[in-house]
């Protein structure tokens, strides 16, 4: 079956290094999202992308970067992480068409110390 | 910034009563959707309803959409306790952009 898949689940990374949160999906949809859900903020848009080489940001990109060099693949990256990054992470994807759903990922929850 | 929000935002009820929770929204839109997340977990998509729509119903949910009014309406009927979750419309057309969630508790 076709699904959606983040890794790590849980990650723990110290103030300043960089970090490379993983999603990877298998129904070769073009669309694919990041977002941070945090406390009474909802689901923010921090990057997404539309097709291989498309990349666009969010209304929460500062601090983080994404490259999509094929179809199943969204790395999502933070430079140089900061406590304020502390966060649950999804990723998403959809087909891209009008009526198309997304399927998200279980998340990545990341503490930064 | 937000474009549009879920409201209330929190929401307590009796096992088999009635929900409802509302989203509203700025832009214009092709079509609206209704998310359920359990704690934790992923989103998951529960219905569309296409701007040229005014209600749609699947199973025990019903929603409503008034474009002029730039708002939707999510009906849970019958509730039951596998109910509690949060909700979230997406009105981002493409983009997928969503408010802040209603959070329901069903109260057995």
């Known amino acids: 079956d076709a699904e959606i898949t983040q890794s790590p689940r849980h990650k723990i990374t110290e103030t300043g290094r960089q970090v490379t949160l993983a999603c990877h999906q298998t129904w070769n949809h073009n669309n694919m999202f990041w977002y941070r859900q945090d406390l009474g903020h909802g689901l923010r848009l921090i990057h997404y992308?539309?097709?291989?080489?498309?990349?666009n940001k969010g209304e929460v990109s500062d601090g983080y970067s994404v490259s999509r060099s094929n179809t199943e693949d969204l790395p999502l990256t933070l430079e140089s992480a900061a406590s304020s990054q502390t966060s649950v992470y999804f990723c998403?994807?959809?087909?891209?068409?009008?009526?198309?759903?997304?399927?998200f990922g279980q998340g990545t929850r990341l503490t930064v110390v | 910034s937000q474009q549009g929000e879920e409201d209330p935002q929190a929401l307590s009820i009796q096992e088999g009563e009635n929900a409802t929770m509302n989203c509203s929204y700025k832009t214009s839109i092709n079509n609206l959707q209704w998310y359920r997340q359990n704690s934790g977990r992923g989103l998951v998509h529960l219905i569309l309803i296409r701007s040229n729509e005014r209600e749609k119903h699947s199973g025990r949910l019903r929603v409503t959409l008034d474009t002029s009014k730039k708002s939707s309406s999510l009906l849970i009927t019958a509730s039951r306790a596998a109910d509690t979750a949060s909700y979230f419309c997406?009105?981002?057309?493409?983009?997928?952009?969503f408010g802040t969630g209603t959070r329901l508790t069903i109260i057995p």
């Open positions: 992308s539309y097709g291989v080489q498309d990349t």
């Open positions: 998403a994807s959809s087909k891209g068409q009008a009526t198309s759903f997304a399927f």
């Open positions: 997406d009105f981002g057309n493409e983009k997928l952009t």
